[in-house]
């Protein structure tokens, strides 16, 4: 059999320097300038005998040193080391300048701009798909996102609805969908109840724009567009489906409603990845592996419309490595199915191939 190429969905490589430096309060802006003191807090923590606490704590400093890395290829360097070295990444860029926190640092176009030299890296651009990423009320004409996908030729758009806006936003509805259409591109968008927010916006407001929901009319008007709502519905969401809280198999649970929203094969242009909410491993594969199992139609629709993804960095604040997870999941799902999410099915969505009819 020959080895697999994997296509890790979703990482990220932005760095502090791309966020505002009040997110996400100005009381910590102390903690992010000097990480060594995270350390310390953890150190007397565990002097205290607060284990637990001590553990997540260093966590966080693992998290905010990955952040504080020089350049995007630094933190991509250190990403490699966990896969295969012909792995490839869609490399995710942020944009925190219309948050309420004020300017990152280093703006959007920078961003994209460097992350663009790094796909042309001589050491490690082939292992580079970059994504471009828009703020509708950053970019009201989406000039700086035109520019990323016709000068830069980015091959996909990320967005986080989550920061305060629609993904039917009429600047998206008019202005990216249908471009994104035309050139077959696909799009990211963040989905879970978790991450950053905007400050003004509320949980109600974040959750309706997150909501699977909330794309239906842009798949109605866009049907050929292929959407990924990342984590699979989310931490939350996936813990209150285990636990059989209220919402267990309702419609309320954004973990099921994507699997039913896939399962009915009424919307072929939905996927998922299972980026960051599969590192909570134990908890979870016994009921992914079930869902990607299933010898129903709907279980063959998800299978095909599942990718692999990490979400690398944020998942230094989680017990478990990349290399970890990655083992793991290809252990429990076996290697078929493993080859399916994380080799052919990235690269349906990227548009790279066309998918197989199966039988
Ligand atoms: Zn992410």
Redesign the pocket.
Known sequence: MPDIRITNC???TFTTRHVPVSYPFAFLRPLKKVPQLVRFIAWVLAMLGQHPLAEKVRRLYDFQKEAAAPDQKAVLRNLQRHYPSNTRYVV?PMDLSAIGHGAPPVSLPDQHDELSRLSHDPEVGASVIPFATIDPRADPQATELARALDDLHFKGVKIYPRLGFAPDDPVLMERVYPKMQAENLPLMT?CSRG?VQGRDTTDYMANRFTDPRAYLPVMQKFPDLRICL??FGGQYDWKSYVKAGPDYDRAENWQVQIRKMIGSGDYPGLWTDI??TLFHFEDYIPFLRLFLTADTEAGERLRARTLF?S?FY?TRQEALSEKAVCFRLRNALGEEIFRQIAEENPRIWLGEITEPTRS
Request: net charge negative.
């Open positions: 979703h990482v990220h995710l963040h991450g990342a984590h980026s960051y993804g979400d944020m």
